[in-house]
């Protein structure tokens, strides 16, 4: 059964680069059943989908973030990564990396997400 | 790409009912039948309740149920129970491979 993992730091200064990675155990980022997906959540507000990988290769983003994102994978194909540049406070939120079920659109497998707080 | 309006709370007692609507637009809940719920309890990662629009994972109780009509989708908990206590998210297709969230809703029993 495919778990996910995300690591990454949890303080990023404002303006600087978040970047995060989500481990991928017990499978692969492949497959044409799935994306991986990143999804955000700001302290006591609702989910945010962020953006979907596809294992070619292609990628889905917000559009009010597409400017300063960049999803990806390793070239092993067990983790995929979160880029997000030039953050501020409004970025501050629990990132979650997800699989996300094509065709029915269902996200079924969750990490258990991290705090990432964007402060000087 | 605007999130999906759901009412920010509800509540019922134990063995009631209470159900929970999902408003969107043509674009996202009305034009898919790709909607989904998710149960979120304080600290954890959300779970998912229910795909296309009515469909139940295996392990989730048939108290949960889902429903849509036009734009809107509904969601509707019967039986409810302590641990129904939690915040509620719909979830639709948006087009073009996106996906949006409703604001959700918590869900107090009372």
């Known amino acids: 059964q495919v778990q996910l993992q995300e690591s990454g730091p949890g303080l990023v200064k404002p303006s600087e680069t978040l970047f995060l990675t989500c481990t991928v155990s017990?499978?692969?980022?492949?497959?044409?059943?799935?994306?991986w997906t990143w999804i955000r959540q700001p302290p006591g507000k609702g989910l945010e989908w962020i953006g979907n990988f596809y294992y070619v290769g292609t990628t889905w983003y917000k559009p009010s973030l597409k400017s300063r994102l960049t999803i990806s994978v390793d070239t092993s194909r067990k983790s995929f990564s979160l880029r997000l540049s030039s953050v501020t406070a409004a970025d501050t939120a629990v990132y979650y990396c997800?699989?996300?079920?094509?065709?029915?659109?269902?996200?079924?497998?969750w990490g258990q997400g991290i705090l990432v707080t964007v402060s000087s | 790409q605007s999130a999906l309006t759901q009412p920010p709370s509800a509540s019922g007692s134990p063995g009631h009912s209470v159900t929970i609507s999902c408003t969107g637009t043509?674009?996202?809940?009305?034009?898919?039948?790709?909607v989904s719920w998710y149960q979120q309890h304080p600290g954890k990662a959300p779970k998912l309740l229910i795909y296309d629009v009515s469909e139940r994972p295996s392990g989730v109780p048939d108290r949960f149920s889902g429903s849509k009509s036009g734009n809107t989708a509904s969601l509707t908990v019967s039986g409810l129970q302590a641990e129904d206590e939690a915040d509620y998210y719909c979830g639709s297709y948006a087009g073009d491979n996106t996906f949006v969230f409703g604001s959700g809703t918590k869900v107090t029993v009372l």
């Open positions: 997800v699989r996300y079920v094509r065709y029915s659109d269902r996200i079924e497998t």
């Open positions: 043509s674009s996202d809940v009305g034009g898919y039948n790709l």
């Open positions: 017990g499978g692969s980022v492949t497959g044409d059943s799935y994306f």
